[in-house]
């Protein structure tokens, strides 16, 4: 009985540092306020556009020039919206527009769930295997299966999310936004090769180039 309840515990809390860590970082490291009216009504604006639904919005303030992040954390009927000042205050509507959807496509299709769901299960046997459980072998086995069965799936819901946020806004304006992101950051867009087979989310460059081909440039 304790076995199981040390199990358990173990799935519980992969889980919830996956899903809920993020939110709870991002709410006591960062430096952050809550936006303006007129803020509000751009982001409100801006996020109808996108359709991106969320329970709280927070602006991140940043000291630095270029600091571009929009990011949704936190688990459902607690999605918080974490949006440096950079991105209300030099970024254009367009591009803005592309991030947002973005992160709506992620939330449509549970991608955060997904990756927590996926480490709590890795987590999961490797402690069912410290715990002689199951056999070493069969869990090691196991692990392997099912990490490589989250790789696949992961990169297959973030394209589907890229899907929907194209459907929202467009595919060119999601893939502008990446670039114009990138070019921000000092970045070129990497695309894949070996080594992000064992990535869950696929580069940006592939998500780009998935993105042009579906809008027919």
Known sequence: MLTVAFLVGVVVVAFLAVEVGPLVVNDRFRD???PTDPERAALDALRETAGLDV???AIVETSGDESVDV???GPPRRRVLFVTDYVLDELDEDTAVGLLAAEAGRVDTYYG??????????VGILAAIVATVVPFGSGF???IVVGVASF?????VQYVADDRAADAVGAARVADAFEAVAALRGVDPETGDWSTWFEVQPPLGDRIAALRERSGE
């Not at 769930?113 to 890795?122: H, I, M, Q």
Request: glycine share 4%.
């Open 71 to 73: 990011a949704v954390r």
């Open 152 to 156: 696949w799936v992961g990169r297959r």
């Open 55 to 57: 329970d709280r919005v």
């Open 113 to 122: 769930e997904f990756r927590a769901v996926s480490v709590a299960a890795v």
């Open 32 to 34: 952050l306020r809550e």
């Open 141 to 143: 086995t196991a692990v």
